[in-house]
């Protein structure tokens, strides 16, 4: 099977995948897709991937995982779905070293060990520095922003730094990347990409992520729209979220404040335009499906 790990990144997600795909629990049952509840994986996966750094694996190790996770027999899954955004690392030691996710590329690897008779692919969402970094301090349990850094610079921090990483460590391994800041629009290309469906599979959730940043009338408005509609392309569908956030996007809810020392406008903006550039090297890497707008 594939097996699909949703690794974040911390701040772009609190779980929606999952919520959006639960939602479409029997389509996706019925597509050979399996999306297991975090409680039945997470601390499992932590704890076997942890003592892998002293012991291999049983022989068995595969297979009593997979029971353990899944209901249905592994051999007719073709698609497995995990997520958690602290899969690389907690809030607090994500950037342990000054490195970003330093232990990715090992959770990865023992991962791809562990499963070693099945496909894996990343999915992960990418955010902004400039306000990834003040969101993670908050998620964090640091009280002081340098000590979280821990000697990165945040003028130099950049996802493709980790990319470049991962992929040398596991080479061939597909990513699926987008960015936080599209979510609202590409919300109904991550999913089928994730569950590895058709860009015209009609599936419920491809709002979730713009109706919890619309006005309570926005939001009460999509939905009226939605239940009238018709199944729409994906143009059709960027098309409807962009005529409601223009009208109906709640203010409170996309605008992030930042309130560091010596974070001022300019540093903000050398940040973003570095991501920007960041992304685009990204997007060109050949192990990655970039969605985007």
Not at 150 to 159: K, N
Request: net charge negative; aromatic share 6%.
């Amino acid at each position: 099977m594939k097996v699909i790990i949703h690794t974040g990144a911390h701040c772009t997600d609190e779980d929606r995948l999952l919520k959006s795909l639960l939602r479409n629990a029997d389509t996706l049952r019925g597509a050979g897709v399996a999306v297991p509840g975090p409680g039945r994986y997470r601390k499992l996966l932590r704890d076997t991937l942890t003592s892998m750094r002293k012991t291999a694996p049983a022989e068995d190790a595969r297979e009593v995982i997979l029971d353990a996770i899944l209901d249905e027999d592994p051999d007719a899954v073709r698609r497995l779905v995990l997520s958690n955004d602290s899969f690389f690392a907690a809030p607090r030691l994500a950037l342990a070293g000054g490195t970003l996710y330093p232990l990715a590329e090992e959770r990865l690897a023992y991962l791809a060990e562990l499963l070693h008779e099945d496909e894996l692919v990343m999915a992960m969402g990418l955010r902004d520095p400039a306000s990834f970094l003040p969101a993670l301090f908050e998620s964090s349990k640091h009280t002081d922003f340098d000590e979280m850094l821990d000697g990165a610079d945040p003028e130099t921090l950049r996802w493709s730094d980790l990319v470049i990483r991962i992929r040398d460590a596991l080479p061939g391994l597909q990513m699926i990347l987008w960015c936080n800041e599209d979510t609202a629009f590409v919300w109904a290309d991550v999913l089928r990409a994730v569950a590895g469906l058709p860009s015209e599979t009609d599936l419920a959730g491809d709002f979730d992520v713009a109706s919890a940043i619309l006005t309570d009338l926005g939001a009460a408005r999509l939905r009226g729209y939605l239940k009238e509609a018709p199944p729409m392309k994906p143009a059709q569908r960027r098309r409807v979220m962009a005529a409601f956030l223009d009208r109906y996007a709640d203010p409170g809810k996309v605008e992030e404040e930042i309130d560091l020392p010596g974070w001022d406008a300019a540093k903000l903006e050398r940040l973003s335009a570095a991501y920007d550039v960041d992304v685009a090297r990204i997007a060109a890497m050949p192990e990655v499906r970039f969605i985007r707008p």
